[in-house]
């Protein structure tokens, strides 16, 4: 057996990024090999580095793939790092989408982990700041809410800036917190 040539090691990580990606979605068997074939059509054809498929098998908009590839050159990480933690939400942006358990332990830790996923997630797109209403739900649902000491965990920091005060804060992502971002992706993705 001959050694494979650059264009089949191509089409070798082609299929193989396509199958993790069906994989990934938890389709029924009988939706699989239509959705592995428009994914893996969309990138040989180079408009799908960023796919996801939801549970009908529907492949992602390009506007949504488009967010994602953005969001990985700002960080400097591989799409397919990307598409391990975050998915497109449905208002365009990107929702984090990890598993508990590649989270900090401690409530604070996890907090400031999430917001650094979220903010990144919604500010790689027209979103310049992030209201503080929008991170409550997504730490409910990894169980990281702590409503006694939020605003002392999310105050001032290194990695965001903040502006006005009380419950109405916005936060923007600085430099070391894209930094941190990518930090974070990189770890939740492997």
Do not use: C
């Not at 389709?27 to 009908?56: H, M, Q, W």
């Amino acid at each position: 057996m001959s050694p494979l040539r650059t264009d089949d090691t191509a089409l070798a990580e082609a299929l193989k990024r396509a199958a993790r990606l069906i994989d990934a979605a938890n389709l029924p068997e009988d939706l699989r090999p239509a959705a592995f074939n428009g994914v893996l059509t969309r990138i040989l054809s180079g408009t799908g580095t960023a796919v996801s498929v939801a549970p009908n098998g529907e492949i992602s908009s390009p506007s949504q793939g488009e967010a994602i590839s953005r969001l990985a050159s700002k960080l400097g990480v591989s799409v397919d790092m990307v598409v391990e933690v975050y998915q497109a939400g449905d208002d365009g942006t990107l929702e984090v989408h990890i598993p508990t358990a590649k989270l900090s332990k401690t409530k604070s830790s996890a907090t400031k982990e999430l917001a650094l996923l979220v903010m990144a997630g919604r500010q790689i797109g027209a979103e310049e700041w992030t209201d503080s209403d929008v991170f409550i739900p997504v730490l409910e649902h990894y169980g990281k809410f702590d409503s006694a000491n939020n605003a002392a965990i999310m105050k001032d920091d290194k990695h965001w800036k903040i502006s006005r005060a009380g419950k109405k804060r916005r936060f923007q992502l600085r430099k070391t917190g894209w930094e941190a971002a990518a930090e974070l992706v990189k770890t939740m993705a492997n």
